[in-house]
């Protein structure tokens, strides 16, 4: 499956932006996607991730409380609404899927097989 994020863009501090990550094909069963995303020179770091199945989400402390993530399985696509942007979110935002990945695991990027291209985030102070 190949994976489609967009909807990032330049944003001010205290903004709000959507990304969407699309599925080239019906996406379903046990599959979680997750978020990522990596500032420049830091490693790629978990943003928050979501069943496809059960909806169950997790999320990064640092986005806790101002990021959701939903997903609309009839469109195959999963969204990321960032709210109260920081410019410490700046950074290339990837979506990541993966049909067997275990729940401990939803934060690592090794674990999933499946990644988008990245949108780029840009939030200005």
């Known amino acids: 499956v190949q994976l489609q994020a967009s909807g990032g863009g330049p944003v001010q501090a205290g903004g709000s932006l959507r990304l969407s990550c699309a599925g080239s094909?019906?996406?379903?069963?046990?599959?979680?996607v997750g978020w990522f995303r990596q500032a420049p020179g830091k490693e790629r770091e978990f943003v928050a991730a979501?069943?496809?199945?059960?909806?169950?989400?997790s999320y990064a402390d640092s986005v806790k409380g101002r990021f959701a993530i939903s997903r609309d399985t009839a469109r195959s696509t999963v969204y990321l609404q960032m709210n109260r942007l920081k410019p410490e979110d700046t950074a290339v935002y990837y979506c990541?899927?993966?049909?067997?990945?275990?729940?401990?695991?939803?934060?690592?990027?090794?674990?999933?097989?499946?990644w988008g291209q990245g949108t780029l985030v840009t939030v200005s102070s």
């Open positions: 990541a899927a993966d049909g067997t990945i275990i729940r401990s695991s939803w934060s690592m990027p090794t674990q999933y097989a499946y």
């Open positions: 979501i069943s496809l199945s059960s909806g169950t989400t």
């Open positions: 094909r019906r996406i379903s069963g046990r599959v979680v």
